[in-house]
């Protein structure tokens, strides 16, 4: 992977509690171009759409002079394709990671549609969501694989909420 050192590289984040499953790719990364994460963190008072952070990462890229690359994994990525749409001009190339054909179904899509159908608590939907997430994970492993998918639940914007 080459990219020029005169522009910048942007990571774009707006899942604060999955970023750990980024690292290592970002450190590899890193170790070819300077790499800028930027990190959205809704606020619960927060309308749960991707409006607010769009407007976020416009205020930010305007103060880089030249324009951007963005990388963007899953909901990070569709923010960067939706502000690559709106302003061409801001962004010199876009990497979408993990974004696929419909990028507003995500895991929190279908835990939702779970939700709707399933006579179950929400931590039983979260271990299921975990063994479908991450295959078959060490028993101990999965409490904390809920806890993280909880805490995303509550903190990241969903691009199919209304």
Request: net charge neutral.
């Amino acid at each position: 992977m080459f990219m020029p050192n005169t522009t910048d590289v942007v990571w774009l984040k707006v899942s604060p509690s999955l970023q750990r499953f980024d690292q290592r790719l970002i450190v590899y990364v890193s170790e070819q171009v300077s790499v800028k994460q930027w990190e959205y963190r809704q606020c619960q008072d927060e309308p749960s759409s991707l409006e607010q952070p769009l407007w976020r990462l416009h205020e930010y890229i305007q103060g880089v002079e030249q324009p951007v690359h963005l990388i963007g994994h899953s909901t990070a990525g569709l923010l960067g394709w939706l502000y690559t749409r709106h302003y061409p001009q801001r962004v010199r190339s876009l990497t979408l990671l993990g974004v696929g054909v419909y990028p507003a179904i995500d895991w929190q899509a279908h835990y939702y549609v779970q939700l709707g159908q399933m006579q179950c608590s929400r931590q039983m939907i979260l271990r299921q969501m975990a063994y479908r997430l991450f295959g078959n994970p060490e028993r101990y492993a999965v409490n904390g694989l809920v806890s993280i998918l909880e805490r995303d639940l509550e903190s990241s914007p969903l691009p199919h909420s209304l």
